[in-house]
């Protein structure tokens, strides 16, 4: 799956377009490094996200297409 993608399907961020400018950005970083919006995500990655406020780290633990609200947060677990 895409990492803009899965930023917007596990609802980090809310929309697709937003997740891919972030990549644009160099915003969004997959396993440490810095990676386009259709770099490719597996269980077991490390997605970094830096907002405004500081970093958001997570690791991915399922990729599901399109998950229910209450299931969004179960693809991922806050790390730090």
Avoid at 5 to 25: G, M, N, P, Q, Y
Avoid at 27 to 55: Q, T
Avoid at 75 to 80: C, G, I, Q, R, T
């Amino acid at each position: 799956m895409r990492i803009d993608k899965f930023l917007k399907v596990s609802r980090i961020i809310k929309r697709r377009t937003v997740a891919k400018e972030a990549c644009d950005r160099e915003r969004v970083s997959l396993n440490g490094r810095v990676c386009k919006a259709g770099a490719e995500v597996g269980v077991g990655d490390v997605i970094e996200v830096r907002f405004g406020s500081g970093p958001f780290r997570a690791r991915v633990l399922s990729l599901k297409e399109s998950p229910r609200k209450e299931e969004a947060a179960d693809m991922y677990e806050v790390v730090e």
